[in-house]
């Protein structure tokens, strides 16, 4: 089971392998934007996955055409509704889109 690192606040919560990291975050009382409930329309619920990157699950075209419109977006840059949680613990930084 994978551990998920919250910063700012460092909250280090255990996760469940293939859940998204919105609901991981979500669970773990994170108040995180998700403004289109996960559909990867609002863009809202954007991070960034600073440690763990590689275990998550492959960014799609509608994830991808969505980050592309965002402003700031860095390599680490993911949409927590669509970003599912692989075996591997990862950190990530809340953003203030
Ligand atoms: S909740 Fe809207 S894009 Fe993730």
Known sequence: ??????????????SAEGISILEALLAAGEPIKHK??????????????????????KIQRIENEKLDGIVGVGSGSRLACQAKLGTENITVQLLND
């Not at 289109?36 to 699950?57: F, M, P």
């Open 1 to 14: 089971m994978p551990m998920l690192t919250i910063n700012p606040s460092g909250k280090t919560v255990q």
């Open 36 to 57: 289109c409930d996960g559909k990867a329309e609002c863009g809202s619920c954007h991070i960034s996955v600073t440690e763990g990157r590689k275990s998550l699950s």
